[in-house]
């Protein structure tokens, strides 16, 4: 069944893998706009998710479309990771 505290738990979880691909490894992975934009969603969207781990009202089917809404955004959001690895992967060939 939907889970809304895991979804919180797992959002929050991808936005500090994504500071430490950032920092740690390879920053071409990101651009410095798509960063930004990354960090600036994570503070609108955990927020978000936060409230809506603790509205009990939302179960079941309701809940499922709710988060679900969160994760188109987040596909939106950091599908511009995959689309510059794909980049770095061809220019290597």
Known sequence: P???S???YTTKR???Q????VKDYNPNY???SDYMCIYDSQRIILLHLDVLKDCKKLNGQELA???EKYLMKLY???GC???YCEKLENKSF
């Open 6 to 8: 895991r979804f919180y």
């Open 81 to 83: 990771i995959s689309t």
């Open 76 to 78: 939106g959001i950091f």
């Open 30 to 32: 990101v651009s410095p």
């Open 65 to 67: 479309w709710e988060l």
């Open 2 to 4: 939907p889970n809304a």
């Open 14 to 16: 991808l936005y500090e």
């Open 18 to 21: 994504v500071d430490i691909l």
